[in-house]
T-cell receptor
């Protein structure tokens, strides 16, 4: 079955710097890769997603890249701000469901 | 739409008691998912339904867990009997096919 590995598990960056979170997946049939953000005590919410027919997608300060050959995808956050502090989950689809990575706790340092 | 609704938001119970968690998906969504979140295991898919039919329950930890979806607007997740290791946040989510999953606010379950 699908296995999604995510790293790092914790990431601290200075405010204004960039943050990168990386994920790998195992099922070559996966074609949908969403990223969710979960603030403390809140529910996970989708921030960006990418499908396998594109290699990159950008939305303001957030971008996601996908390398289907290597089964890698990454989240890039530029010009980080305090409100970016949260846990970020990558995911990949398998059949009708999505499999989540274990999450990355992002700390934005003042 | 009010989004995905879950109840109760918090549940504290004693070991051995039956626990029932409830979920109302977004109207028109045909997929409903139940997740469990813990620090140790992350976000785990327990079971999901399509058009009220259970499709994959391979994530249900054991026979103490059961889930139903009697109609398109209501689902329950039941634990009987509950154990301390069941303590977690349980999320319900709904979606359309291959579209964003919308999560409910979650139920924080504590089993003493």
């Amino acid at each position: 079955g699908e296995n999604v590995e995510q790293h790092p598990s914790t990431l601290s960056v200075q405010e204004g710097d960039s943050a990168v979170i990386k994920c790998t997946y195992s099922d070559s049939a996966s074609n949908y890769f969403p990223w969710y953000k979960q603030e403390l005590g809140k529910r996970p919410q989708l921030i960006i997603d990418i499908r396998s027919n594109v290699g990159e997608k950008k939305d303001q300060r957030i971008a996601v890249t996908l390398n289907k050959t290597a089964k890698h995808f990454s989240l890039h956050i530029t010009e980080t701000q305090p409100e970016d502090s949260a846990v970020y989950f990558c995911a990949a689809n398998r059949d009708d469901k999505i499999i989540f990575g274990k999450g990355t706790r992002l700390h934005i340092l003042p | 739409d009010a989004g995905v609704i879950q109840s109760p938001r918090h549940e504290v119970t004693e070991m051995g008691q039956e626990v029932t968690l409830r979920c109302k998906p977004i109207s028109g969504h045909d997929y409903l998912f139940w997740y469990r979140q813990t620090m140790m295991r992350g976000l785990e898919l327990l079971i999901y339904f399509n058009n009220n039919v259970p499709i994959d329950d391979s994530g249900m930890p054991e026979d103490r867990f059961s889930a139903k979806m009697p109609n398109a607007s209501f689902s329950t997740l039941k634990i009987q009997p509950s154990e301390p290791r069941d303590s977690a946040v349980y999320f319900c989510a709904s979606s359309l096919w291959e579209r964003e999953q919308f999560f409910g606010p979650g139920t924080r379950l504590t089993v003493l």
